[in-house]
């Protein structure tokens, strides 16, 4: 399982391209780059993360499922699949920014293939927080090349695992920066644990 256990120190971020990681080095002065693409963030994490891009999202057998970057998540999705495609893949999305550990863990203790995510108050899945077996993810990959880029299809075909979260505020999700300042409010408040224990 990819950065799941604790004996796994390394972490993947799924980037469009090489501008984005860029673009990160420049706001992020604690991120090193110390090998290819491959960061540290010594002051924050004993992990190192090595970064996939959705560009480089070529298959085992040199085809590509898809022929742009610009499908989504899936096209994260598939590139992290192809980097090592007998591997579940336990997948967070940046824009949970209140998301917790004890969430991760469920995940990890419930997961039944051939995909596991979380449902919103609504009742809608959540393909980005999740755990996606070699399975789901070849499934999405012949919708990609059907035209069909939405990961939350797979988890509707496949009759994926749907778990509801303890705290609802968990899925917080922040596009712009009313909802981020919103998100920091959240998290000053002392009443807000963010680990989630």
């Not at 085992?60 to 591997?87: C, Q």
């Not at 209140?98 to 596991?116: G, I, K, N, R, Y």
Request: aromatic share 10%; charged share 25%.
């Amino acid at each position: 399982m990819k950065g799941a256990s604790s004996e796994d120190d390394v972490l993947y971020m799924s980037l469009k391209d090489k501008t984005a990681l860029e673009q990160l080095l420049r706001e992020d002065t604690s991120a090193t780059l110390i090998a290819g693409d491959t960061l540290s963030f010594p002051d924050k994490s004993r992990y190192t993360v090595r970064v996939l891009y959705d560009e480089d999202g070529v298959s085992p057998n040199g085809s590509k499922a898809h022929t742009a970057t610009d499908i989504g998540p899936a096209a994260g999705l598939l590139t992290a699949h192809y980097s090592d495609p007998e591997s579940c893949w336990l997948i967070t999305a940046c824009d949970y920014p209140l998301l917790a550990v004890s969430p991760l863990e469920q995940l990890l203790h419930e997961f039944q293939a051939p995909v596991t995510c979380f449902q919103n108050e609504f009742g809608f899945c959540e393909p980005l927080l999740s755990l996606w077996s070699p399975s789901a993810l070849r499934r999405l990959q012949e919708n990609v090349l059907q035209g069909n880029y939405g990961p939350s299809f797979v988890v509707k075909e496949s009759k994926g695992k749907l778990l509801r979260l303890e705290r609802e505020e968990w899925l917080f999700n922040t596009n712009d920066k009313e909802q981020w300042d919103r998100a920091l409010n959240l998290m000053s408040d002392r009443n807000f644990n963010c680990q989630g224990r």
